[in-house]
C-alpha cells in the first residue's frame, strides 16, 4: 500500500523558516507540495522529477522554498525560509507515477499525504 507520510508543520513568526518531510513508501516519477489556505484553491508551489532531479516553483515562493530528497530516506523536503503570513496553509505532499500532466495539475498525482498545517505569525 503506498503512502505519503508528512511532518514538519508548524507555527512559526513572520520571516522564519520551517522544513517540511514527505516519506514515501515508493518510487515515484514526481513529487510535489501542494497547499490549500481557506476559502482558496489547492496551489502547487514546489515540484521534483526524481529521475532528473529538476525542480520546479511557483513564483510566489522561489528562492525562498527549496524541493530536495534523500534517497536513502526515500523523503522529500521541502525547506520553507522568510515565511510570510500568505504562506499559511495545510501543507499536502503528493506523488505522480507517471507523467503527462502540468507541473501543479493536482490530477496529475495519483497518491496525497494527509497534510500538514503551517501558520505564521506576524
Known amino acids: 500500500q503506498v503512502q505519503l507520510v508528512e511532518s514538519g508543520g508548524g507555527s512559526v513568526q513572520a520571516g522564519g523558516s520551517l522544513r517540511l518531510s514527505c516519506t514515501t513508501s515508493?518510487?515515484?516519477?514526481?513529487v510535489a507540495w501542494f497547499r490549500q489556505a481557506p476559502g482558496k484553491e489547492r496551489e502547487g508551489v514546489a515540484a521534483l522529477n526524481t529521475n532528473s532531479g529538476y525542480t520546479y516553483y511557483a513564483d510566489s515562493v522561489k528562492d525562498r522554498f527549496f524541493i530536495y530528497r534523500n534517497n536513502a530516506e526515500n523523503t522529500v523536503y521541502l525547506q520553507m525560509n522568510s515565511l510570510q503570513s500568505e504562506d499559511a496553509a495545510i501543507y499536502y505532499c503528493a506523488a505522480a507515477n507517471q507523467y503527462g500532466r502540468a507541473w501543479f495539475n493536482p490530477l496529475g498525482y495519483q497518491y496525497w499525504g494527509q497534510g500538514t498545517q503551517v501558520t505564521v505569525s506576524s
Open positions: 515508493g518510487y515515484f516519477y514526481r
